[in-house]
């Protein structure tokens, strides 16, 4: 139930563009963006999502996976600007522990 909210959010959004913006729309059918603000609220309220892992993409974004411990993930990137799209989402999120790197 909780992830049919998310692909509604995700079918808004799209809509939304495709009003706004209908020759970008077509190339973003699968992006769901907004506030980046706005996306971690539903995430974290909606399907108990927490940020699980980030990383810099480039020196204007960021790259985000919520995971919730259902094993309901959600990746998702971020501009300076504070615009977040949703990429992908998913179910069975496992975290791995980190390997020690090489001795010194």
Same mark, same amino acid.
């Given at each position: 139930?909780?992830? !049919?909210?998310?692909?509604?959010?995700?079918?808004?959004?799209?809509?939304?563009?495709?009003? $706004?913006? #209908?020759?970008?729309?077509?190339?973003?059918?699968?992006?769901?963006?907004?506030?980046r603000?706005? *996306? *971690?609220a539903?995430?974290? +309220?909606?399907?108990? &999502?927490?940020?699980? /892992?980030?990383?810099?993409? +480039? #020196? =204007?974004? *960021?790259? &985000?996976?919520?995971?919730?411990?259902?094993? =309901? @993930? !959600?990746?998702?990137?971020? +501009?300076?600007?504070?615009?977040?799209? *949703?990429? $992908?989402?998913? +179910?069975? @999120? &496992?975290?791995i #522990? /980190?390997? #020690?790197?090489?001795?010194?």
């Amino acid at each position: 139930m909780k992830r !049919t909210m998310l692909y509604r959010l995700m079918a808004t959004a799209f809509v939304a563009s495709a009003i $706004l913006y #209908p020759g970008v729309a077509a190339s973003q059918a699968t992006l769901a963006c907004a506030k980046r603000v706005d *996306i *971690i609220a539903f995430l974290g +309220d909606h399907l108990s &999502e927490k940020l699980s /892992a980030a990383g810099k993409l +480039d #020196p =204007n974004t *960021i790259v &985000e996976i919520y995971a919730a411990e259902s094993g =309901n @993930w !959600t990746l998702m990137i971020s +501009d300076v600007s504070g615009r977040s799209c *949703i990429i $992908l989402s998913g +179910d069975t @999120w &496992e975290s791995i #522990p /980190a390997l #020690p790197g090489p001795k010194a």
